[in-house]
């Protein structure tokens, strides 16, 4: 499977950033295309939804453009953009309530012909509506720790967690994943 | 006690070595290969396949071209037609204001206001 993370190259980030700061927009472009592949990965995953997702996306990207000369370099691009990116999808759980969602609906539109792809995309859907199920921040840390691969403190710096409690939600995660395959299977 | 950890570890990063905490490493490479460890890890396995099996698509290209349009800078084309209409106008309505003033023979009050008793007599109304 691809790797999640963002792309490297934190100075080039940081130029962009001066740069955007200055309204320039070939830059802001560079950094949309840059970070858009693994925000748009990390945020669909969080909230299950690709229009959701994609309606996030661009709204962080906005809010890039807009605070980019408020911005200070104390750390990567990409972390603070996990940031802003996490925050908006807590925003979006609060104003839309839990996310709850039959299996069905979980499917993708357009249809995918052969057998193998049907089977892949229910296979794809039983996952996307078992993390779904999860508690927000159970599902956040799998989607940070596995998905997009960050490391251990990276990621309990996002959720505000120390690392001990991050390994606690993880494993709780995992935890009911396991069971949700174990009913599937009866 | 060591494999218990070794278990936490397996159920919390799963099987793969590279997504352990560093510090964890040299535990993940004393038990990975005995049997107990094995089998930790094919159970942790599984839920990582299970993970696996939803791959999220790529981005389409219009979604990064409808997010750079939001900040692109806009060609002055507005104040251009404000500029154009206002001129035409202005334009149309002397010529107008002209061809009714020739049609009665007479500049009523608005005209001589605008050009002048002077000019009015000047173009022979």
Known sequence: MPRMKPAADDALDQELMAAVARQDGRAFARLVERHLGWSLRFVERLVGERADAEDLVQTAFLRVWQGASRWEPQAKFSTWFYRVLHNLCMDHFRARGAPTEALDEALPDGGPTSEEQVAGAQRGARVRAALAALPERQRAAIVLCYYEERSQAEAAALLGVNEGALESLLARGRAALKKYMREELH | ?125
């Open chain 2, 1 to 125: 006690m060591d494999l218990t950890r070794f278990e936490a570890c397996a159920e919390a990063y799963g099987a793969e070595r590279r997504r352990w905490p560093a510090r964890e490493h040299a535990l993940y490479d004393r038990f990975a290969a005995t049997p107990e460890g094995a089998a930790i890890l094919a159970e942790a396995e599984r839920t990582d396949r299970f993970l696996d099996a939803w791959e999220v698509r790529e981005p389409d290209e219009a979604l990064a071209e409808a997010i750079a349009r939001v900040v692109r800078p806009r060609r002055p084309r507005t104040l251009w037609w404000q500029a154009t209409a206002f001129a035409a106008s202005a334009i149309i309505g002397f010529a107008i204001g002209f061809a009714q003033v020739r049609d009665d023979g007479s500049a009523d009050l608005v005209t001589q206001l605008l050009l002048g008793p002077t000019s009015v007599r000047e173009i022979g109304l």
